[in-house]
């Protein structure tokens, strides 16, 4: 892993994948490990495009984070969570699950000199924590992790917390209860897309009418 800026983020830096980083021993199980939970996908090695326009958003309009109570969801890299507290944020919240991850977070962190409260496991199944802001990127990757989102970010909203989506338009966003905000081309450098500029977007997510 190298520490590099982040593309179209320059102030912010993360450990990042490169093409010598052997990341792909992380897929496969070692000896012993049987029984064990299948290994997760290294999404905290890349910085992809809803946590990039997020985290872009944040910087660019410090006042929506300033004084408040952050919840990065989803952290991965923590970039989003890195950039609330970079604007500003009173205390920011990284909950992630992937146990490499977690370490990815914390010298993430480090490296940028911020403070931020790490919550390992799955937060989705309970009650919101005490914040008063949910920063989601790129949560809507897949149909079951949308579907085990949205519980949870419902009940932040009916909790007064607001929740802001960050998302290149990938196929299970939840189009019809998102308030578009902004957009920036920004690299999708964990997707397929090789890291070319392509439109994301910062959603605010609306409680359902009725």
Known sequence: MRLAPVPGLPE????????????????????????????????????WAGGAVLARYVLDRPSIVAGKRVLDLG??????????????????????????????????????????????????GGAPPAVDLVLAGDVFYAQNVGQRMMPFLDRCLAAGIYVLVGDPGRAWLPRSR?????????????????????PSAVFALVAEPG
Not at 179 to 198: A, F
């Open 75 to 124: 952290a991965g890299s923590g970039l989003v969570g890195i950039a609330a507290a970079k604007a500003g944020a009173r205390a920011v919240i990284a909950a992630e699950v992937d146990r490499n991850g977690i370490v990815a977070l914390g010298l993430n962190a480090q490296a940028n000199g911020v403070a931020i409260q790490i919550c390992e496991g799955d937060v989705t």
């Open 178 to 198: 998102l308030c578009l905000l902004g957009e920036y081309q920004v690299p999708d450098v964990g997707g397929n897309g090789g890291g070319e500029p392509k």
């Open 12 to 47: 912010i830096r993360l450990y990042l994948a490169h093409p010598g980083s052997g990341l792909r021993r992380l897929l496969e199980p070692d000896d012993g490990d049987e029984g064990e939970a299948e290994p997760q996908p290294p999404y905290w090695a890349y910085a």
